[in-house]
T-cell receptor
Framework: QQQVKQSPQSLIVQKGGISIINCAYE??????FPWYQQFPGKGPALLIA?????SEKKEGRFTISFNKSAKQFSLHIMDSQPGDSATYFC????????????FGQGTRLTINP | DAGVIQSPRHEVTEMGQEVTLRCKPI?????LFWYRQTMMRGLELLIY????????DSGMPEDRFSAKMPNASFSTLKIQPSEPRDSAVYFC??????????????FGDGTRLSIL
């Protein structure tokens, strides 16, 4: 029940295309859903996050879509650029659980020029 | 502003040796997290502290692992004795911890540990 399942494991997109990464969770107590971006040799860095009171959040080229009834959320990267090539992790945590994040397995995204 | 600082960046040691990983959180942050990252298991939370007190160590693999936070600006993760299966990248993260979740965690660049 604590798992967050992420797909796909790897993704190749052409420059200018849309990259889509999906996550699903079971624990309905989760109420905070961040996405982290990790470059080789670096630690993960917060990219964008959403709470379940909204169905979509957009920051620049990055958008989170959230479907509470389906217990799914996804990251969309519009106009994907080679600099977006990285590993992306979705995560979830619940209020009252301090900030114990449960991470998905990660998606290695490659943007071809 | 300085981010989370971890040392060493790389550590190579022989099986059975004691390993100590160090972390300096961002000044003013009162929650600190230790994670382990491997290809097989992804990012796993090992332990986290709030106001220097360990809150949840359920992710610590076994008694060979221990973590301390003697003050707000320093934490250690110790493995004794080390084993080859402990080889991984260990991350430290910190955040402005509150009872409510949703505070961004800021990660260091990790310590790549190799146990021969």
């Amino acid at each position: 029940q604590q798992q967050v399942k992420q797909s796909p494991q790897s993704l190749i997109v052409q420059k200018g295309g849309i990259s889509i990464i999906n996550c699903a969770y079971e624990n309905t107590a989760f109420d905070y859903f961040p996405w982290y971006q990790q470059f080789p040799g670096k630690g993960p860095a917060l990219l964008i996050a959403i709470r379940p009171d909204v169905s979509e959040k957009k920051e620049g080229r990055f958008t989170i879509s959230f479907n509470k009834s389906a217990k799914q959320f996804s990251l969309h990267i519009m106009d994907s650029q080679p600099g977006d090539s990285a590993t992306y992790f979705c995560a979830a945590s619940r209020e009252g659980g301090a900030q114990k994040l449960v991470f998905g397995q990660g998606t290695r995204l490659t943007i071809n020029p | 502003d300085a981010g989370v600082i971890q040392s060493p960046r790389h550590e190579v040691t022989e099986m059975g040796q004691e390993v100590t990983l160090r972390c300096k959180p961002i000044s003013g942050h009162n929650s600190l997290f230790w994670y382990r990252q491997t290809m097989m298991r992804g990012l796993e939370l090992l332990i986290y502290f709030n106001n220097n007190v360990p809150i949840d160590d359920s992710g610590m693999p076994e008694d060979r692992f221990s973590a301390k936070m003697p003050n707000a600006s320093f934490s250690t993760l110790k493995i004794q004795p080390s084993e080859p299966r402990d080889s991984a990248v260990y991350f430290c993260a910190s955040s402005l911890g509150r009872d409510r979740g949703g505070q961004p965690q800021h990660f260091g660049d990790g310590t790549r540990l190799s146990i021969l």
